[in-house]
């Protein structure tokens, strides 16, 4: 899809010096712009590649002043990052604006579905399925039975939605997450043989969640796993059963979390950390990358180490630690001069 540079000045609310009628059809960084590119200069930085650049259209905040020559066209706009940023949303929903049932598929006759469905090719949505309006479910996706969307939702390929899932609005699933599967429950016998617990909750996703592809969020034995609204979950992280997460928690890829932990609001947890179960970790926390957590944590610790302890102590004991080698050689003279005066 083409658009002219008036088209993308009355989008941004911008004034054009150059070619109003320029087309673009791709967009790409400053430095690597070609014909029919976008992009935009807001960092000084990369002024000088406002020069040289290939871009057909560059938007660039509204006191820039060419010192030399250039041949891209401007979009003056106030802010040259934020309407950027503007625009690459805009580009985004069309691109996905997608709508229709495609064929083959299946639907059950008990499902239900509001206004601008798009439902992709060899999906499926089982019985008593009750989906909302401008819901976008892309090709390969599974919607097990009594599974409830709310509205605004989108389920990228190949994601899997067990049943009984009840997801808000606003909603994002990537690729290939599983939501809604059993949770880890065996029990073994005396001679060490384990034997399967029903897994018998849901899972209940809030308004405003984004689960990243990859990503598995079990459902609970009783009760419910919760995702609650506003959290940010990365790529490949695992949520174990009847973990709770508090609303605008943010958690980087591959950390785990294990069964009944719940974790407050407003948390920010790097990538590849480990959380035991039936922990209690409270409002504003932040777990440093690869951290172990295997204690309760009060509101606002930030905590970083395997096992983990305070970020402030983690980073003193490391100066220690990688001096390691000289302060046993100093220790070892200091012995060795201590048995000789001796």
């Not at 087309?23 to 000088?48: D, Q, R």
């Not at 002043?65 to 690459?88: N, P, R």
């Amino acid at each position: 899809m083409k658009f002219t540079a008036s088209q993308i000045a009355d989008i941004l609310e911008g004034d054009i010096q150059g070619n109003p009628d320029v087309e673009v059809y791709k967009l790409s960084k400053i430095e690597e712009g070609s014909e029919g590119a976008i992009t935009f200069l807001a960092n000084p930085k990369y002024t000088s590649y406002i020069y040289s650049t290939k871009a057909s259209i560059t938007i660039v905040n509204e006191d820039f002043k060419a010192e030399e020559a250039i041949s891209t066209t401007l979009i003056q706009v106030k802010d040259a990052y934020t309407a950027f940023s503007k625009l690459l949303e805009y580009y985004n929903q069309v691109k996905l604006n997608k709508a229709g049932i495609e064929e083959p598929n299946y639907i059950s006759d008990s499902a239900k579905y509001g206004e601008n469905l798009y439902f992709g090719a060899f999906s499926y949505m089982g019985s008593n399925v009750v989906v909302g309006d401008n819901v976008k479910i892309y090709p390969n996706a599974y919607l097990g039975d009594n599974v409830v969307i709310g509205d605004n939702v989108i389920i990228f390929a190949g994601a899997k939605i067990y049943s009984e899932t009840v997801i808000g609005n606003n909603c994002v699933i990537h690729g290939g997450a599983v939501v809604g599967a059993d949770g880890f429950g065996f029990t073994p016998n005396p001679e060490g043989v384990y034997s399967k617990v029903p897994q018998i909750g849901n899972v209940i996703i809030e308004d405003n969640v984004d689960v990243g592809a990859g990503t598995t969020i079990d459902r609970a034995t009783l009760g419910s796993t919760i995702i609650r609204k506003g959290v940010k979950l990365d790529n490949q992280i695992q949520v174990a059963h009847n973990v709770e997460i508090g609303e605008n928690t943010a958690i980087a890829a591959q950390t785990g979390i294990a069964g009944s932990t719940r974790i407050g609001k407003n948390c920010i947890i790097g990538g590849q950390v480990g959380i035991v179960g039936h922990l209690t970790i409270g409002d504003g926390v932040k777990v440093q990358a690869q951290s172990g957590v295997g204690r309760n944590l009060k509101d606002g610790e930030m905590i970083q180490g395997s096992p983990a302890f305070g970020y402030g102590d983690y980073n003193k004991s490391y100066v220690h630690f990688k001096n390691f080698p000289k302060i046993v050689d100093r220790l070892n003279k200091l012995e060795k001069k201590s048995t000789d005066n001796g």
